[in-house]
């Protein structure tokens, strides 16, 4: 599943390629991927350009002077900017024709992204990015908003991390490694968090998210950045998938558990409650 970064990557290139170019055609492939009414969604974009991509947590918001296109890819969705006579491949479900010879395509073997069509500025309402936290870059998150969110939580705190509602856009990657880097045992209990904790979570979150849209994401098992790109954050894992290795800290072997189901890397010495 894509992360933040590579949500992010997808969404600067997005920008670069596929802004304010006219939409001739709309081609629904596999109707599913479209949550609104396949008609509107058409006829609202055909004409249409794109004028911004945004991004909310996972969520892509493509936004044309009228409406809102939320877009979220789950597990295998990608965009592919190509020529309109390329053959069109068995998993592109939605197809964007420009009046310039080029196509953005939604690609998705998996099926389960989803888009849908709002009225402009209407995407903070839509019921998945209204209950989003804040992002984990967002200049406005504090430790005093975490740890607020934390104190009365009896969760390990590595299970509040990936609640999209207390911050948005960590994943299970992410969430490993900012918690080695904070020195903080993924299993302890939220409540037990404190407001220094609080302000290292973030400071290591952002520096996470920060270095690795910069290295174009993490690529992990099959997914691989839309648009060709192909990330090269997962050389700078430190604890990530390094189960049996030294950790570079402290040379401690690096341990595998299950945090409720979740695959979570740690140092049992750098991050020992
Ligand atoms: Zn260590």
Known sequence: MPELAEVEV????????????R????IIN??????????DFKKH????????????GKYLIFQTNDYDMVSHLRMEGRYYYKDSSDEVLKHEHVIFRFDNGKDLRYYDSRKFGRIALLPKNAYMEYPGIKKLGLDANDPSLTKEYLYEKLKNKKLAIKTSLLDQSIIAGLGNIYVNEVLFLAHIDPRISSDKITLK???HIIKYAKEVL????????TTIHSFE?????TGGYQEKLKVHGRANEECV?????????KVNGRGTYYCPRCQKS
């Open 210 to 217: 920060d270095e690795s849209i910069k290295f174009k994401g």
């Open 23 to 26: 939409i001739k055609e709309v």
């Open 30 to 39: 596999y109707g599913k991927t479209i949550e609104t009414n396949k008609d």
């Open 225 to 229: 950045s839309s648009l060709g790109v």
């Open 249 to 257: 800290q402290c040379k401690t072997k690096i341990l595998k558990i």
């Open 45 to 56: 974009l055909v004409n249409q350009a794109f004028v911004d991509v945004k991004r909310k």
């Open 197 to 199: 904790d609080c302000e």
């Open 10 to 21: 997808v969404r600067q290139r997005l920008c670069d390629e596929a802004l304010r170019k």
